[in-house]
């Protein structure tokens, strides 16, 4: 995976302009926080980041695929300031489940998501290479 960062443009925190890969893509439904049973555990925003994000972790696993493989994120918050003001807990959330790495990633304040408790959907695309290392 190579991560596109055009001459002068800053370096972006906590996500990639670009990125370029090749390998087998693995695009990802968007992921709710709630547990594989459908239930939610808790309504703190940062709390369900987590759960999405494991759950995304369990697709990718399905595939072969870990973590690093993610090129892409879409997430889909119901509350910008709730996002905002979480802020660095989502993040430190995100280094334990995904780690740092570098996805596009794209955030989108919605009215609402089909699932009245869900407060963030995430929305995944991983390219796993055809070598494994």
Do not use: C
């Amino acid at each position: 995976m190579q991560v596109l960062l055009p001459p002068g443009w800053p370096r972006p925190k906590g996500y990639a302009n670009g990125v370029v890969a090749s390998g087998r893509q693995v695009f990802i439904a968007g992921m709710i926080g709630w547990d594989a049973e459908g239930v939610f555990h808790t309504d703190d925003f940062a709390g369900q980041v987590r759960q999405a994000l494991l759950n995304i972790v369990s697709v990718l696993r399905e595939a072969g695929g870990m973590p690093e493989h993610i090129v892409r994120m879409t997430w889909y918050v119901t509350d910008k300031r709730e996002y905002l003001a979480a802020g660095r807990e989502v993040g430190r959330v995100f280094r334990e489940v995904i780690g740092s790495y570098n996805a596009a990633m794209t955030a989108v304040e919605v009215r609402a998501l089909i699932e009245d408790r869900a407060k963030v959907e995430i929305e995944a695309t991983a390219v796993i290479p055809d070598a494994l290392p």
